[in-house]
């Protein structure tokens, strides 16, 4: 009875301590898999981040900072907007700009706030050059959606038409 409650108490710790995070450790290698509140930065604090690179001298310092920001899993579409804003107004290169956006759009979780937000600052880019593989980038992203299964949904009205 002591041992099991011991036992009780120290998983409750762990659970505690790692934030609700499951941390599966097997035959293979260990990996943690968190749910989104507790794998997710607040937004607060990477906006904070992204105005901290903002001050930084160096374009390329600054870009190595929102590239790195960019491609963190879990951003958000305000983290998005802001990033991108930020970056858009605060770089001069436009192969810099572009850089931060192309890590934008294929972040994970790149959602409609981001797209937006790319489009909407996108002329901050000189060349069209570089504008039209940006839009590409977006094109391409909206391509890898998982297509329709047409055949398996037909199969399946087809046997519940049957019975």
Request: charged residues 25%; proline residues 3%; aromatic residues 4%.
């Amino acid at each position: 009875m002591k041992l099991r409650l011991m036992a009780t108490i120290a998983l409750a710790a762990i659970a505690i301590g790692t934030g609700g995070c499951v941390i599966a450790i097997g035959n293979s290698t260990p990996r943690t898999e968190c749910g989104t509140d507790c794998a997710r930065a607040d937004d607060s604090t990477v906006i904070a981040e992204i105005d901290a690179a903002s001050r930084l001298f160096s374009d390329s310092d600054k870009t190595d900072v929102y590239m790195a920001i960019a491609r963190r899993p879990h951003l958000s579409g305000k983290a998005q907007n802001h990033l991108v804003r930020s970056a858009m107004r605060n770089i001069f290169s436009d192969t810099s700009k572009e850089s931060v956006l192309l890590a934008v759009i294929e972040n994970p979780c790149f959602n409609d706030a981001g797209k937006k937000a790319v489009l909407s600052n996108l002329n901050s880019l000189f060349s069209d050059s570089r504008k039209k593989r940006v839009l590409k980038a977006i094109n391409d992203r909206e391509m890898q959606l998982p297509p329709v299964q047409v055949e398996t949904t037909v199969e399946i009205t087809a046997q519940t038409e049957i019975q």
